[in-house]
């Protein structure tokens, strides 16, 4: 970087020199997201606590002509917060308060650095909760939910983070202040704030949001089912959906995961089990019961070998400890994992997961799943070495081929962690060009100079050889 002493000169006079990171050890924390088989060192943090503060920062970085990137808390799965041309890395940690809870309207205004489960905890003693509940939510913040339009357990039910923030406040890429949406349900004229969600930090950064807030449903029935196989455990979401029932929540976890997770918290899982089932229900108590017994008999329809009832919170709580350490838990079985994550129509479960079983065997690469059954969603996670050459290059094959089914079968190639760096050489799976050049004239029209969050999201020429697929003629922004 040219006059980077003139740069840091300038960034400690926005945000005071306290606030400014540039020594090589401290940058390193900065170098990559929960995908950690990418890296990319920025040149500077910065970590701002107004709106104002951060729209300098953005003004500045564009008169050095110098990319710069949002960072939440860098759980991110897909490389997206990666400064992959270097830059000045914003994160928005210390934008971390809650500024108002309107109970009344069901509303919260956030800073984009809260933590998300944080927001649940300010408002559960008066029988309120935030619906968005990412595995990662004891770490990962709302700004980043929302540029990853991230989704959870729970999304069977309740929808993604989009369904869940009325109103935002951006400081756009050549740093003005706008807003989108509002605290009322209906906002007239472009759905703005609708194209912002999902954006993955490209459009600008995101500096306040106005969410909804929702009531504890009266009551809870959560069931673990133990299956002998995860043909049978998939074949159950199917019947439990087909049966008009909608759970709020409908989770597996296949048998590599079960033994990770009994062998690190000692559940009480069996370890031969096929596959585990989650079902939550919630809502008003009167008439769950019978669902519950409609759950009990579609499990033994498909030889469920144990069912396990939730007595009360306490119970619960520990049935969900057991699905949200999973990812803790894979951990012990390889010094790295992928999580991969692609979505498929439910009733392609059975045949995904068998296809997913091969690609393993094929290219000797062990895979464990554990997703949101109920909606497809599902999460391969690849076990590798990255310290071994041959295993990073067969890891490569295995995702595009794991993603490639997904494609095949009807269904997408992420269902919440967001294209980033990651996914990029996926998108011409399902994107034609001209769908493409359409987004790159949307991303034009917020990120002109291409300074905010560059090289994500677009497939490169490099991507479509990967394929196997000719290059189109469109001009390709990844280039
Ligand atoms: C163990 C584990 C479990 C997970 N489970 C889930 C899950 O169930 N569901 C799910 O959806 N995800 C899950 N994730 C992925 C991750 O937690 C989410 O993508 C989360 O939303 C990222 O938030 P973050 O604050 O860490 O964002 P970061 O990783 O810091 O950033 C992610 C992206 O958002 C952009 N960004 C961040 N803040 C802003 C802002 N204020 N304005 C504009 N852009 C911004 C960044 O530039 C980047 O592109 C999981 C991750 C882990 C490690």
Not at 80 to 96: E, K, P
Not at 414 to 426: N, P, R
Not at 457 to 476: D, M, Q, R, V
Request: net charge negative.
């Amino acid at each position: 970087m040219a006059d980077r002493d003139q740069l840091i000169a300038e960034l400690s006079a926005i945000v005071g020199s306290a606030h400014v990171i540039t020594d090589p050890t401290s940058l390193t924390v900065y170098e990559c997201d929960g995908a950690t088989q990418f890296k990319a060192l920025p040149d500077v943090v910065v970590l701002p606590t107004t709106t104002q503060e951060v729209s300098a920062v953005v003004k500045l970085a564009n008169r050095h002509n110098v990319p710069f990137i949002a960072r939440g808390t860098g759980t991110g799965l897909s490389g997206g917060m990666l400064a992959v041309n270097g830059g000045i890395i914003i994160a928005l940690n210390r934008m971390n308060r809650i500024l108002d809870i309107d109970l009344a309207n069901q509303r919260a205004v956030v800073e984009p650095g809260v933590v998300n489960l944080l927001l649940t905890q300010a408002v559960q003693d008066d029988g309120y909760y935030y619906a968005p509940d990412p595995s990662s939510q004891q770490a990962c913040s709302i700004g980043g939910n929302i540029a990853e339009n991230s989704g959870g357990p729970h999304t069977l039910k309740y929808g993604v983070t989009s369904n869940h923030v009325l109103g935002l406040e951006m400081v756009t890429t050549d740093g003005e202040i706008i807003e989108f949406g509002g605290s009322v349900e209906e906002t007239p004229g472009y759905d703005i704030r609708g194209v912002i969600i999902g954006s993955e930090g490209t459009f600008g950064i995101i500096t306040k949001a106005i969410v909804r807030l929702l009531r504890k449903p009266q009551g809870y029935q959560t069931l673990l089912g133990i299956f002998e196989t995860i043909d049978e455990a998939s074949n159950a979401v199917s019947s439990i959906i087909s049966a008009g029932i909608i759970p709020a929540a409908l989770e597996m976890m296949d048998g590599p995961v079960i033994k990770a997770v009994e062998e690190a918290f000692h559940w009480g899982f069996p370890l031969d089990a096929g596959a585990v089932l989650i079902v939550e229900l919630d809502g008003i108590t009167a008439g769950m019961q019978s669902q519950v017994e409609q759950i009990t008999e579609i499990f033994n329809d498909h030889n469920c070998r144990e069912i396990r009832y939730a007595k009360d919170d306490a119970d619960r709580q520990k049935i969900w400890k057991s699905r949200k350490s999973a990812f803790g838990a894979l951990g012990r079985l390889a010094p790295n994992y992928i999580t991969q994550d692609g979505v498929v129509p439910r009733t392609q479960l059975p045949k995904v997961l068998r296809r997913i079983a091969e690609i393993s065997e094929k290219y000797n690469i062990p895979i464990a799943n554990v997703f949101h059954a109920g909606d497809g969603n599902i999460h391969p996670i690849v076990l590798f070495d990255e310290r071994d050459p041959d295993q990073c290059e067969r890891v490569d094959a295995v995702n595009t081929e794991i993603l490639t089914v997904c494609a095949e079968v009807g269904g997408t190639i992420t269902g919440e962690h967001g294209i980033g760096l990651e996914k990029m050489d996926y998108m011409p799976l399902i994107f034609s060009p001209e769908d493409l050049a359409l987004m790159v004239d949307i991303k034009e029209i917020f990120n002109p100079s291409g300074l905010c969050n560059p090289g994500k999201i677009f497939p490169t020429a490099k991507s479509y050889a990967k394929l196997g697929l000719e290059t189109p003629n469109h001009s390709l922004p990844g280039k």
